[in-house]
């Protein structure tokens, strides 16, 4: 089956600097992913998502990597605010594609 | 355009109690996903209803169970509470693509936060 995980719990960056969420998964046939960030209190929120036919997608100061032969995905989130202080996960669609398979999550904090 | 609604924010129940906790969903949206959050952990899927019907089930007992209403918000019902079921339950919902209804873009609720004592 499908499983997901962090390579981190928790990142600590300073203000201003780049940061980089790592994730890996397990099923070679997954085939779209999903950045969620979750803040404190709140239920996950939608940032970026990424189809297995391409290997880089930009958003907003996030952009999503995607290495399908090491099985591998990162999240880098540019020029860090405090705001982006949450904890981020990545997910994919399980068999069937009814549910969303989350792994741990890794906590970003920012420092000021 | 109004997101996901959960209610309640929080709730503490007794072991062996029963609880309902209850979800509208986000305008446009007609499939409404359920999860556990425990503390420090990934949202785990619980089931998903589509049209009415229970549309898909994660590794949960019977004991969970749940509704879909016309209107398209949605209960989960937890039977014979259990220490374990301590969790941020989240209420997710989105729009049918086509054949099955997708896991894909998901619009989550702020969550119910139980507490089994």
């Known amino acids: 089956g499908e499983s997901v995980g962090l390579h981190l719990p928790t990142l600590s960056v300073q203000e201003g600097d780049n940061s980089i969420i790592n994730c890996a998964y397990s099923n070679s046939a997954s085939d779209y992913f999903i950045w969620y960030k979750q803040e404190s209190g709140k239920g996950p929120q939608f940032i970026i998502d990424i189809r297995s036919n391409m290997d880089k997608r930009q958003g907003q100061r996030v952009t999503v990597l995607l290495n399908k032969t090491v099985k591998h995905l990162s999240l880098q989130i540019a020029a860090t605010q405090p705001g982006d202080s949450a904890v981020y996960f990545c997910?994919?669609?399980?068999?069937?594609?009814?549910?969303?398979?989350f792994g741990s999550g890794t906590r970003l904090q920012v420092q000021p | 355009e109004t997101g996901v609604t959960q209610s309640p924010t929080h709730l503490i129940k007794t072991r062996g109690q029963q609880v309902t906790l209850r979800c509208s969903s986000q305008?446009?949206?007609?499939?409404v996903s359920w999860y556990q959050q425990a503390l420090g952990q990934g949202p785990q899927f619980i089931f998903q209803?589509?049209?009415?019907?229970?549309?898909g089930r994660g590794n949960f007992p019977p004991r969970f169970s749940g509704l879909q209403f016309p209107n398209y918000s949605s209960e989960l019902n937890v039977n014979a509470l259990e220490l374990d079921d301590s969790a941020l339950y989240l209420c997710?919902?989105?729009?049918?693509?086509?054949?099955?209804?997708?896991?894909?873009?998901?619009?989550f609720g702020a969550g119910s936060r139980l507490t089994v004592l």
């Open positions: 305008s446009g949206h007609n499939t």
């Open positions: 209803y589509y049209r009415e019907e229970e549309n």
């Open positions: 997910a994919t669609p399980g068999a069937g594609r009814r549910a969303l398979t």
């Open positions: 997710a919902s989105s729009a049918q693509q086509g054949g099955a209804a997708g896991a894909n873009v998901l619009t």
